[in-house]
């Protein structure tokens, strides 16, 4: 059976958490930012607005919503691991945004806002490291710092719509099923397309959910490259250690020139959600 613990899956920061170092995370956000940066403009941020990015990881997200909100507007960030922090706060001393910023150090499941502070809250990719309880409580916490009528986002992956091909075309779902078995982070990974119940349920009214297929065709970008060989790298290693079925030998090695990554019929995709809710 595949371990539960984040350390197996690798790429972890100061927190433990799996797939949380920027060497993983701004690859992925390089490859996939259309898709991101549709999912925060679904949101519907103003000019001159006060909004969280709540797990902001390396503030990928941070310059645009800066210049949604624009030089009237204010940006807050927030994230567990301090060097985090530190990258965000770096990245935008870079950007020429009027906003004002402020980025700290600090929790999901207690955030160190008052309460109706912000016109909107974005949440992205961070859901997935909560358990079912923690995912409850940090869901209130996103609530009680919006104003009345304000928005929350919680955008997430959905990994049953992860494939690749040439290869087993239920790969890597089956690799998520078989992990799901125990709780833990694969089990996470398949929970995203029941979001809008989850913002329901903690009293959001007016929810919203829209799912992207995020697709990549052959020649994959070097940032694609970079972070679905090395993901499937990880995976592989892991299926093999655990013996679970599926032909994973040709994923181990991201820089193999015969990857099926770098195949002519190349083609990975994966599932993103993003669910909008009112305070």
């Known amino acids: ?21 920027e060497d993983i995370v701004d690859p992925h956000f390089q490859a996939c930012a259309p898709y991101y940066l549709e999912a925060l403009d679904r949101v519907g941020i103003r000019p001159g607005w006060h909004v969280l990015d709540a797990g902001c990881g390396s503030g ?13 507007g204010q940006v807050s960030a927030v994230d567990l691991a301090e060097e985090n922090v530190a990258l965000a706060a770096e990245r935008m001393r870079a950007h020429p945004a009027g906003a004002r910023l402020s980025v700290r150090r600090g929790s999901l499941l207690e955030l160190p806002y008052p309460d109706d502070t912000f016109d909107a809250v974005w949440c992205a990719n961070t859901t997935q490291y909560l358990d079912d309880e923690q995912l409850i409580g940090a869901l209130a916490e996103l609530r009680r710092v919006t104003r009345p009528g ?22 890597i779902t089956d690799f998520f099923r078989t992990s799901a078995e125990t709780p833990g982070y694969a089990r996470r990974l398949l929970r995203g397309r029941d979001l809008y119940r989850w913002l329901r349920a903690a ?40 013996g679970t079925e599926g032909d994973w030998t040709p994923f181990l090695d991201p820089d193999d020139p015969f990857s099926p990554l770098r195949s002519p019929d190349g083609y990975i995709s994966e599932g993103n959600v993003i669910a909008i809710g009112t305070a």
């Open 1 to 21: 059976m595949l371990t539960t613990h984040h350390d197996a899956w690798g790429y972890e920061t100061s927190t433990g958490l799996a797939f949380t170092h």
């Open 60 to 72: 990928a997200f941070l310059p645009r919503i800066a210049d949604l909100v624009g030089a009237w």
């Open 150 to 171: 304000g928005v929350v986002a919680v955008k997430d992956v959905d990994g049953t719509l992860s494939t690749v091909r040439p290869a087993d075309p239920f790969l």
């Open 203 to 242: 009293g959001l009214t007016s929810v919203r959910q829209h799912t992207m297929l995020m697709e990549f065709h052959a020649p994959l970008s070097p940032a694609a490259l970079r972070f679905y060989g090395n993901a499937c790298a990880r995976f592989a290693r892991q299926a093999i250690r655990a």
